[in-house]
């Protein structure tokens, strides 16, 4: 086999050839026309069929534009009701379906929605406002997770034990009604992540997906009844908070899965506590990648730019605060200004373009504004630093920001320790190896972190020491399907992908085996 690497949603893969036929997924123009012709009837789904529901008007808007493609009426708590007692009802037939039963299910939506990569690629391109080549890649990783989860679950099982004549086993069971809440950097590829898991293990599923980003999900859906899934399985509500609320506090609610902000995730949690809801929390990041002076120069800046520029720099695990040894500050910043300079900002579906539309205007503000609070601090603005306006007039309803290179940086600024969820890469020097850990750890975050050396005794030990759960030597955002993503402190609790993911959308049942006559001191 052939072995390639290849970007794929936020996430460095390393992929078989055959994983996925690249040749297969070609933008249709670089128009719209194609992904508006893909629009779903409704934005929400219940019992295997597009479903009206009973809320407010959501508009579902062309990213790069900023013009409306769909309007259709959210859920509101009777439609969330209605979707959580269709799950339940399917719950108790589906949980008996045989475990490589639901792995082959899996593994034939896989087939359909490499099929149909394309398709999945407009949408999310329209949907989210990233490059179309980003989101192709999205497709990729859910392609990824239903083959991997759809592997291995039917080889996923309890123990047995030996206990001298008799004996005991454990059984993995499922959980019941999950609770999935999307975000709208990644809503493909996260719906995805949860979806494979939780039906993997005879769960069902109410997702909820980001009301910025409704499309790809329900679709994926329609994908999922095609693959055999029975109705009630899977089912999509779509919102805003509120309906993520009714989800959380529903009583028929087992577990809750929850992409997302580290306040929304807190809110979460103390109101799963009520009922005792499990929780799956994968929540903010303000990740460290030192950078040693021993690196190759041209690889450490790539990796500095994989850390902080897909998906307009929307990636919870990016490695915004770049630590850098200063006896090779001044070269390192020099090509890294250089290449960032060239990236090509504007309509995400033209070739070449590596960054596209900010998701919306309260994201784009908020960016803009930490902008300003860096430079009010200290900052020194490298490259970037603001707004850009596309040559095309039919862009001109967008939101576009520069990919941005901080110098002059401390740790105390706020551009330096708040999550900004934007194309802003800040540079911090440092003279030992002691000094960069200690400031690297010195955040409420610790979702992802990488060293750049070619030092591997000292790679191994400096991540060793450093205070994250999901880390990267020489790379970044290298988390294949088949290794745990997660993250400590701040940064939320459990681990997506992986087989220990199925830990989390699971319940261990023991069981100890009497043989003979029981043991019993009463007469």
């Known amino acids: 086999k052939q072995w390639y690497q290849r970007r794929v949603g936020g996430i460095l893969l390393i992929l078989t050839a055959n994983v996925m036929n690249l040749g297969a997924i070609r933008r249709m123009s670089s128009s719209f026309t194609r992904a508006v012709d893909l629009l779903p009837p409704s934005l929400n789904w219940i019992d295997n069929d597009y479903y009206t529901g009973s809320g407010k008007g959501l508009d579902a808007t062309n990213k790069a534009t900023g013009k409306v ?31 490589p039963q639901r792995g082959q299910l899996l593994l ?64 993995r069971e499922p959980l019941g009604v999950i609770g999935g809440i ?59 908070g509120a309906v993520g609320a009714a989800l959380t506090a529903h009583d028929s609610i087992s577990k809750l ?20 809801k499990k929780v799956t929390l994968e929540l903010g990041g303000k990740s460290p990648l030192i950078i040693f002076d021993d690196v190759n ?41 250089e290449r960032t300079k060239k990236l090509k900002v504007g309509n995400p579906m033209e070739d070449g373009v590596k960054v596209g539309a900010t998701i919306c205007k309260m994201q784009y503000d908020k960016i803009l504004k930490y902008l300003d609070i860096a430079r009010q601090e200290g900052a020194n603005v490298l490259c970037g630093g603001g707004p850009v306006t596309p040559d095309d007039p039919e862009l001109a309803g967008g939101l576009y920001i520069a990919p941005t290179v901080l110098g002059d940086c401390t740790d105390d600024m706020t551009v330096v320790k708040e999550e900004v ?14 000094e960069a850990i200690r400031r690297a750890n010195d955040t409420e975050f610790g979702l992802a972190a990488a060293v750049c050396t070619e030092n591997l005794s000292r790679a191994y030990r400096v991540i060793s020491k450093l205070e994250a759960g999901s880390c990267n030597i020489n790379t970044y955002n290298a988390y294949p399907e088949y290794i745990p993503f997660g993250g400590y402190k701040n ?6 992908l992986g087989e220990e993911c199925l830990n989390y959308y699971s319940q261990t049942k023991s069981v100890y085996v009497e043989t003979g006559e029981p043991w019993c001191p009463f007469e």
């Open 69 to 99: 493609v769909m309007t259709s009426p959210s859920a509101n708590d009777a439609d969330v009701d209605k979707a959580i007692k269709s799950a339940k009802a399917a719950f108790t037939t589906f949980r008996d379906m045989p475990a």
């Open 108 to 171: 034939k939506a896989a087939t359909l929605l490499e099929e149909r990569a394309a398709d999945f690629a407009h949408l999310e391109t329209l949907d989210t406002g990233k490059p179309f080549y980003e989101a192709e890649f999205d497709v990729g990783t859910g392609v990824d997770a239903f083959r991997f989860i759809g592997g291995i679950v039917q080889n996923y099982h309890g123990n047995h034990y030996d206990v001298g004549g008799n004996f005991a086993y454990t059984s």
């Open 182 to 240: 999307g975000p709208w950097n990644y809503p493909l590829q996260t719906a995805c992540w949860k979806i494979a898991p939780a039906l993997a293990c005879g769960n069902s599923l109410v997702y909820k997906c980001s009301e910025y980003t409704p499309l790809s999900t329900v679709a994926l859906a329609a994908v999922l009844k095609e693959a055999g899934f029975p109705p009630g399985v899977l089912n999509v509500v779509a919102g805003d």
């Open 257 to 276: 899965s929850f992409t997302g902000s580290v306040p929304t995730g807190k809110r979460i949690m103390s109101k799963a506590a009520d009922t005792l």
């Open 297 to 337: 120069m041209k690889n450490a800046v790539s990796v500095a730019m994989l850390a902080n520029f897909f998906s307009q720099g929307a990636v919870c695990s990016n490695g915004t605060r770049v630590f850098v040894q200063r006896t090779i500050l001044e070269e390192f910043t020099a090509q890294l200004v």
């Open 421 to 434: 969820f934007g194309p802003v890469l800040s540079i911090l020097p440092f003279d030992t190896e002691e």
């Open 491 to 496: 940064s939320g609790m459990g681990r997506e």
